[in-house]
């Protein structure tokens, strides 16, 4: 959690935050100090008297920031270009208690592209937990819903959460069972 490599931050501030893992949300005011434990797919996550807070990327400018720019395309995209962004994008979701994204933790079951006359996109994506009753499920989902629908061309991302299979570890790539001492 909090260590000696922690970054301190200073909320400049107000702002609008998610308790990890509960998923409630609460509201640090500004002058509040706390620390940086991670700084991952343009959210944060900050230890403030014993508990742990998920601040938005967009929330970035509380703790003195920048906040991230959305995802761009080329104008003559093809349907692979859109796919790899959407990979990119869901590569950029990390559990907020463990430092390694969705993908590589083997939270994402199924991602599918249904093109769309008006050569838009809509995304289907079925993912899960690493425990069912994870209070930051919803938080999770949103955070997947809201880096697919900023890409160019995707119309809406339909994300549902399911328990079937159950996670275990095995579904973690190689590098984030060694990454988290689990090989």
Known sequence: MFNHTS????????????MIPSGDAVSIPAGTVGYITQALGGSYTVFIEGNLFRIAGADGDAIGRDIVPPPSLPDNASRDDVEKLVWHQLSNVYDPEIPI????LGLVYKCELQALNDGNYNIEI?????APGCGMGDILVDDVRSKLVIIPTIASANIELVFDPPWNMQMMSEAAR???GML
């Open 101 to 104: 994204d969705i993908v590589e």
């Open 126 to 130: 079925e993912m899960t937990l690493t």
């Open 7 to 18: 970054q301190p931050v200073k909320f400049e501030r107000d702002c609008d935050v998610v």
């Open 178 to 180: 060694l990454e988290t």
